[in-house]
């Protein structure tokens, strides 16, 4: 493998400059309230205009098998244990097989889905929601449930490293709206009003090809003032391969800006760790980078968010 020089980033930004992006996004997303946020942006008619991506009929998960091994990236992972074998005497000769899951959703390995009531900052969640909302038995306000009847939109894939030439983004580097502004006029292809936008930025590659690391504390993802591209296309919700956050942090006192600015600010579900490398290749070769998607939660009520499966509709 060929090693990159990473390239000179945008600056870090201070707790001063983060707070003025973040009222400037809060003032540009005013039509993104209420349990839906951004997800009002996918009225019928663009629904239904999504829908026409489809020409081949062909569908393609942008989802991580959910892992149950424990990794530097994944400590606490998934549980699965049968319930029930069919080796195991059953009354009749009938017998079924039976098994139960347990997972930690807002993990580094699996792929997921947050929901609005997921971040909590300066005291509040999106739209000023009082935090004391979330309760020791689940989340009142801005749960998951806000998406019951699935996320089904254009989507659009960003691939950040075939526009650069590299395999995939080395962890700390970022994503800049100029990168974003750059892979879709690459791609021939522009971000539109109400679309669900995906990011690669090459983290499930170099997961399979180099094994998995500590992905908290060093990651490729957005630079904050890349939030300034979505509010200017008025998308629904970002996807991206890691955490859409960059680690270390790129701004002065605040972990994950990213999140802040995107889930709390501008009301856009979240959807984390996903996989493209099964739909980049298929993109590439039709020339093509937008297709129907298909996002369906399970109805976990009162939860901050859900294990996903998206599906791209070709």
Known sequence: MVTHARPAGPPRLTAAEFDVLYRRLVSRAAWAQ???????????ARVLAAAREVRTGRTVTLAAPVETSSGPDNPEPARHRMSRRPEEPAPGGLGFAMDSFAMNVHGDADSHIDALCHVIYDGTLHGGVAASTVTPGGAMALSIEAARDGIVGRGVLLDIPRLRG????????????????????????????????????????????????????????????????????????????GNNDTAPSSTEGIDFPVHVLAVHAMGLHLLDYLQFEDLAPICAAEGRWSFLCVIAPLRLPDATGSPVNPIAVL
């Not at 971000?191 to 094994?211: I, N, P, Q, Y």
């Not at 904050?224 to 200017?232: N, T, Y």
């Open 166 to 241: 590299v395999a995939w983004l080395e962890p700390g580097d970022h994503v800049t709206a100029d990168d974003l502004t750059a892979a879709e006029t690459a791609q021939h292809v522009r971000v539109s009003e109400g679309d669900l936008l995906f990011v690669r930025v090459g983290h499930r590659r170099r997961r399979a090809e180099l094994g998995a690391w500590h992905a908290a504390d060093a990651r490729a993802g957005l630079h904050p003032s890349a939030l300034e591209f979505l509010a200017d296309r008025r998308v629904a919700v970002l996807g991206g391969d």
């Open 34 to 44: 209420g349990d839906r946020g951004a997800l009002n942006a996918l009225t019928p």
